[in-house]
């Protein structure tokens, strides 16, 4: 998993698994930049505990969820969550 | 339905009552053009405060259609739907929709047409919510499956989204709710605890046991319930009321996905209160001792929580009580006037210095205890809004209330009591006083009429004054109707004010007046006759063209008043202290009955001729001078002997022929003292004094 930060279109890109071994990590470093765009294409896996912590950082950090890899999308779609990301712009 | 039940009926029903004012109101204000988040707030607050209650006594058709009511305002609340006055007046429809439901609860089940009412009224709510009604239910045989996962759940290697994957393999997931209202906020939010809950449909072929088993090895740790299709609203109650979420959101989820008519819905969350042993008949109950608070709150405590936040806090306290202990008042202040005379009389310096500390206390528990009883004008004053806003609309008038001094405070009982007579009034004002925008714009008036409402205290009675800025009073119309009726054989040698009182005659009021007050069959007649009982005068003051102003001139019926102690041979009157003016000696008048003062004439009465006295008269007598609605009086005693305290006491039937007398009160020495009716008094010496000729000019 990684999270860089992309200067020109002021995002973060999440990458790798977002699982409950990642949690932990990714809720801190997000919760330090609240407001920005977070990029989900490179996402390669994602559990319950990553989807609820999308959940949350999009509820209290203001964190917009953007490009949704097809993993993500899959959970999203399964939990009636499709609205949380936004297409790619 | 057990007394104490119905007892709480009629709790429930005056509550209710307020509840609707309040939201009348706010409704109202957002017609005038407030535009104020807190009248939606307000208005919504009352509909489901109403919703509550009406839930606790399985009042099912309140319930339903308050929610529909609710749904409405909620799309109001959070802006998807802008408020405009169509939909203002649709929901004053909803008002007065509720405010009947509440009130045949008192008595039986809602009659039909009244439903049938209610469902026109909710169709057109549902056609204001984008036409979409209740039953567009998709899932009559799907599964609904409610799970809260454990907090333990992903440490313990499980995770929700397998299951759901599984449930999917089951059969067609028709809606999936992912639901955060567990997850706490960021900071003590653990990202490796699970605080996830879900809200499933799913059509499948599968048998409950099949489906129990996808939550096998979670069932320990987290609440899943399984609602079989085509289950019982009873049983959807239970569902909601085990859940942690509050019925209201848990709800709009059943209904956007479908597995809930709004009806069903309405219908469970009437069962879920009352069924639930959790949730008692509320604090009604609480106070009877028959729960215990800590329960009613537990149960109540969401729903009360988007309650009155804001609003006044009150205790109801039954009107006897409150009588019994302002009659204890009335008594207390007689006995420590007694204390303070003995007081006074002894060299005990320390023991009087104690009663004058205890009789300022005693003085202020009386003024609050007073205080107990009188309530503003302002919440009946307020009611006309509805009535002018009504009114006009059916007429095609434009008209506006202007209400001033609300906040003047009067006996409870005679707030009761002239509501009614000054429904009457405003609306004869609006009905005939103000002309249509039409002949207003031809008279060069403002199209907009005006209508003014305003109380204030004078001379210790209340005057409440409603002027409009309408055509006047017509001398010659009143007079011929007065002719035409029998009334009167001809109007010469009346006085206007005289020929203005006509029209509290009885038998004056038209039939096709009476059709227009919708029944109410109050007559102007009544509206005297009222304030009469109350001991109060109607007054009209014509400006020709330009409107009227009817004055109704109430005492305060105060139980305690402040008094002048006098004393006509043996026995002692009380002059209720502000209406006396001043105090003089009565000079040489001979057989006069009026006097000089200060270059003007003074009728006055003498106290001895009125009670036939015969005791000798005395060589000093005294005036006091009394004033009542701007008329001046004198009245003859043989001596002043102070202020006093007193309680009013009622006078039985037995002397109701005596007109000047206004009530009793016992003295210090045990004796009865008359309360003197100053209004009625000076009446009558100014009719005496009328008829009689007196003119300034005999003074010259």
Redesign the interface.
Known sequence: MSILEDDEHHRLHLSGPLTIYEVDEVKERLLAQPGVTLDLSGVTECDGSGLQLLMLIHRDAGTRLTAPSDAVTDILHLCGLSHLAEEPS | MTLDLTAALQTYTVESQELLEEMERALLALEAGREDPDLIDAIFRSAHTIKGSSGMFGLDAVVAFAHEVETLLEAVRSGQQPIDATLVTLLLRCHDHIAALVHSTLDEDAPADLLAQGDALTAQLHAWLGGAPGDNRTSDDAWHISLRCGQE???DGM????I??YL?TLGE?I????L?DA?P??ER?D??S???G?EIDLKTEADKQEIDSAFEFIRESSQVHLIPPGSKPAQWAELIQALPEGHDKLGEILVSTGVLTRHELAAAMGIQVIDSPAKPLGDILVEQGLAPREAVNAALGRQMHAGRTAGERYVRVEADKLDRLVDLVGELVISSTVTTLRASHSNDRALQEAVATSSRFIEEVRDAALGLRMVPIGGTFSRFQRVVHDLSQELGKHIELVISGGETELDKTVVDRIGDPLTHLVRNAIDHAIESPEERQAAGKNPLGRLQLNAHHENGSILIELSDDGRGLDRQRIANKAIERGLIDSADGLSDQDVFQLIFAPGFSTAEQVSNLSGRGVGMDVVKRTIEDLRGTVELENRPGQGATVRLRMPLTLAIIDGFLVSVGDARYVVPLDTVEECMELGEVGRRDYLDLRGEVLPFLRLRDLLRDTTETPARQSVVVVSYAGKKAGLVVDRLLGELQTVIKPLGEVFSALKWISGCTVLDVGQVGLILDVPVLVDQAERREATSGHLTAALR
């Open positions: 759940l992903f440490r995770d929700p989204l397998s759901l994957r999917g997931l809606s999936v709710t992912t955060d997850l906020h960021a939010m990202p490796t699970c605080y996830l879900f």
